[in-house]
């Protein structure tokens, strides 16, 4: 029996519909599965870069928090280089300034170390206060024989140098300081800057 023409029409329309439902459901669970990895890779993508930026401000941090403790470290240095400076000033001040007679102990302390026949140099601006006679007293007391001259010179330093076999051994103030800091600097550290913890 023959169908009529508009119930082949009609099924074809109902076959239209129903692929079309199919295909559109499938299109749409495609979508669906399409846009949900888009959206995993997304999330994963942002979740890496998140990580990416967060080790990147956190390696920002700790090179600036380095640098700072660098330099904070070299302020403390400074610190502590010119506290033991003002510290070595101070003492040399106070020398410069002792009543002759204490200074002329000190002198006569440098002078321990000379032996027979050495000269002894005297500061020009010194000659008022260590005398020839002076000098030849503390060597009497010791029982040896010095010999005294006076340097020429234009800086006003203070103190002596002895001469023994042409080698000169530096008593001037400033340099038995210098020797002092140098023997002394890194315990006066450790008492005026003491390390708490």
Do not use: H, W
Request: proline share 2%.
């Amino acid at each position: 029996m023959q169908e009529k023409p508009m119930t082949i029409a009609a099924r074809i329309v109902n076959d239209a519909e129903i692929i079309a439902k199919s295909t559109l459901e499938e299109g749409q669970i495609k979508a669906d599965e399409i846009l949900e990895r888009a959206k995993r890779d997304a999330s994963a993508y942002i979740s890496n870069e998140e990580i990416e930026l967060k080790n990147f401000a956190s390696e920002i941090i700790r090179q600036k928090c380095s640098a700072t403790s660098s330099e904070v470290r070299k302020l403390i240095l400074k610190a502590k280089k010119e506290a033991i400076d003002r510290a070595f000033e101070s003492a040399q001040s106070k020398l410069l300034t002792l009543p002759s007679a204490t200074y002329l102990e000190l002198i006569k302390g440098m002078l321990d170390s000379a032996e027979t026949q050495d000269t002894v140099l005297v500061y020009q601006n010194e000659k008022r206060l260590i005398t020839k006679k002076f000098i030849e007293a503390v060597a009497a007391l010791k029982g040896i024989k010095l010999k005294v001259d006076f340097i020429e010179s234009k800086i006003p330093e203070r103190g002596i140098k002895i001469v023994s076999d042409n080698v000169e051994k530096d008593c001037s103030l400033s340099t038995e300081l210098l020797v002092l800091r140098n023997e002394i600097e890194t315990q006066l550290v450790d008492v005026l800057f003491p390390i708490t913890e």
